[in-house]
């Protein structure tokens, strides 16, 4: 028993939501296709010029209210990101110098969408080592940046002209994975809790590098230069996503992963209140659930209102299932998440 304990929680969804209707302007696509094969109706974009740590700052001032501190009572962050502000430094400390924490230790780790169950270890860990006191664990992630389109004026209909054939063309190349990803924040502060029985129970974290292809974007450091008008021409800079293979990962591994950190905990599946997961697809939750015969209102979601946000998407529901009173003192939760990398896992808390 650890004595991890979330004491604040906050988010942030950048500008208006756009709705499938929006997307289907600029490629071929329709609210139909998108709704049963991801559950998605809308998701929200950030604006160009607004990054990650915007859209975190947003999200960790909420935190920091809703824990009844002030910034200067941090004194470590961890910032899960895939699209960061720059190619490097990380954008932890972006956010920290916006949060007036000039000089406090501020990590970037790079796990995706399995990012909140690594940082839960790592926030672990320095809280039991003495090395941070209390923590600011954001996921943040402006994918709006990768969308294979540039006539963002058609897609949100102050442009009433068709895209060219070839925008359409494109666009429309990489509709599976433009639909599915949305833009956000999420933040929770966590410290160590001296109340009995609270903290992480079990985890069950894993990586394999095997699996890259079929998640990533392509374009890095191997190349010299390592951007170059080739690497454009063939869009080496937006994910490439196989989908299919990345859904039967999910499907398999997640509820093994979940029975296992189960298991670790000492527990059965009953003895858990709230199996809080990654939200990529509606039909990958669902699964999840079918497959470990859970009750459909132990696992919550909220994928239809953001889509995909990656790192941001567990913070992002951990904080509306605080507010809205879900979540409560002394239940037990496991989280489950799978992303490119391949990370995946879950881990037991109790709260
Ligand atoms: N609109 C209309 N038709 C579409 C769309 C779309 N947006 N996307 C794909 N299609 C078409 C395809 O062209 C294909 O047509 P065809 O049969 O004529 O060739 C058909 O629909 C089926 O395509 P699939 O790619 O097999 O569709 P699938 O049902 O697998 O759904 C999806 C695609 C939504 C991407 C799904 O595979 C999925 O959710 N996979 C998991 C994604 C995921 O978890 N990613 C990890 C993100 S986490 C991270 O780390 C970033």
């Keep these: 028993m650890s004595g991890f304990s979330i004491v604040g929680s906050g988010r942030y969804l950048p500008g208006r939501p756009y709705t499938n209707d929006d997307l ?35 999200a960790s001032i909420k935190a920091i209210d809703s824990a009844g501190l002030k910034p200067t009572d941090l004194d470590y962050i961890l910032f899960n990101t895939m699209t960061p502000d720059h190619l490097f430094p990380g954008s932890g400390p972006l956010l920290g110098a916006r ?23 790592v926030a672990d860990s320095l809280l039991q080592s003495g090395a941070a006191k209390r923590i600011l664990i954001v996921g943040a992630e402006a994918h709006s940046g990768f969308m294979p389109w540039l006539d963002w004026d058609i897609l949100e209909g102050t442009n009433k002209a068709a895209p060219s054939a070839e925008a359409w063309e494109r666009a ?20 160590r809790s001296t109340a009995p ?5 079990s985890m069950d974290l894993h990586s394999d590098g ?22 454009l021409a063939e869009d080496l800079i937006i994910p490439r996503m196989q989908g299919r293979e990345v859904f039967k990962h999910a499907v398999s591994k997640l509820p093994q992963s979940v029975r296992a950190a189960v298991e670790k905990a000492g527990m059965t599946l009953d003895d858990v209140d709230w199996f809080v997961g990654h939200q990529a ?38 904080d509306e299932m605080r507010r809205d009173g879900r979540l409560k003192a002394g239940q037990t939760v496991c989280y489950f998440g799978l992303g490119a990398g391949m990370h995946w896992g879950a881990t037991v808390v109790r709260t």
């Design 210 to 231: 095997d699996l890259v292809d079929e998640l990533l974007i392509p374009v890095g450091f191997r190349s010299r230069p390592y951007v170059s008008e080739q690497c």
């Design 99 to 121: 949060l007036g924490l000039n000089g406090v230790p501020a990590l970037d780790l790079r796990a995706q969408c399995a990012a909140m169950l690594f940082s839960f270890q």
């Design 281 to 318: 697809n509606d039909r990958i939750n669902s699964l999840v659930r079918d497959r470990l015969r859970l009750p459909h209102e132990k696992v919550p979601t909220n994928i239809a209102k953001y889509g995909n946000t990656s790192a941001a998407t567990i913070p992002i529901l951990v």
């Design 24 to 58: 289907a302007r600029v490629m071929d696509t329709s609210d139909e296709w998108i709704r049963q094969r991801t559950g998605i109706e809308q998701r929200h974009y950030c604006p160009s010029g607004q990054g990650v740590s915007d859209l975190a700052y947003e």
């Design 172 to 191: 429309t190349r990489h509709r599976g994975l433009a639909i599915i990803f949305g833009d956000g924040a999420g933040a929770l502060i966590v410290e």
């Design 197 to 201: 029985g609270v903290g992480i129970l």
